[in-house]
């Protein structure tokens, strides 16, 4: 499940339960990532929900930075743009692909792997696969998409770049940057996340 997708999963429950640790880990998120972004630079946000809210606040208000956020979920995006009205960012319910321009920084969390989408790659990313099970042949589609989908939204990004990702993601960045011979470096540290297991790290690209 992708964190942007997550702000109706589980109902009020899971919401009570996980409202004020998404806060917190949101905003100690946010701030990292302040140090790591240059003023007036522009972010793709793939899959933005609920849980990106902290950040896409930090970046326009306190870095005046220009954010595109993407959120494939119609009604999911109507509810934040309702809720976030007055901000100076709003959540288009179109695929990430078709943003323009050149961004200097992209979030994509817990997107390539997400389950939802892509049930057979989702499980073997997160050590979940069943071998009696597991089906060879729609993993094989889920990775075509997989590749394209990531194709289309590093395209996106200018040198040098941040990526903020989640661990389990990491190889898709990486053997994209290496198959187009663009140096990256993930750092070493990583941070918790309130919805998934997941962790969140930063990997440099371009430098």
């Not at 990532?33 to 609920?50: I, N, Q």
């Not at 996106?156 to 140096?183: F, N, Q």
């Amino acid at each position: 499940m992708s964190i942007g997708g997550a702000s109706k999963k589980g109902g009020d429950a899971f919401w009570e339960e996980r409202r004020r640790p998404c806060q917190e880990l949101g905003i100690k998120l946010a701030t990292v990532l302040r140090d790591r972004l240059r003023p007036g630079g522009r972010s793709l946000y793939v899959g933005a929900g609920v849980a990106e809210l902290p950040p896409l606040v930090m970046e326009t208000a306190e870095l005046h930075r220009t954010v595109a956020a993407y959120n494939l979920r119609a009604d999911e995006a109507a509810v934040l743009n309702r809720a976030c009205a007055g901000l100076p960012f709003e959540f288009q319910a179109k695929d990430a692909r078709e943003a323009e321009g050149r961004f200097d920084h992209l979030w994509i969390v817990s997107v390539l792997n997400d389950p939802e989408c892509f049930p057979e790659l989702g499980a073997l990313s997160s050590g979940r696969a069943n071998p009696v099970t597991f089906d060879p042949a729609a993993f094989t589609v889920e990775r075509q998409a997989v590749l394209a989908l990531a194709a289309g939204c590093f395209g996106k990004v200018a040198r040098p770049a941040l990526v903020t990702t989640s661990v389990e993601e990491i190889p898709w960045i990486t053997d994209w940057c290496e198959r187009h011979g663009i140096p990256c470096v993930v750092e070493d540290e990583d941070y918790p996340t309130a919805i998934v297991q997941d962790p969140i790290c930063f990997i440099r690209i371009g430098e």
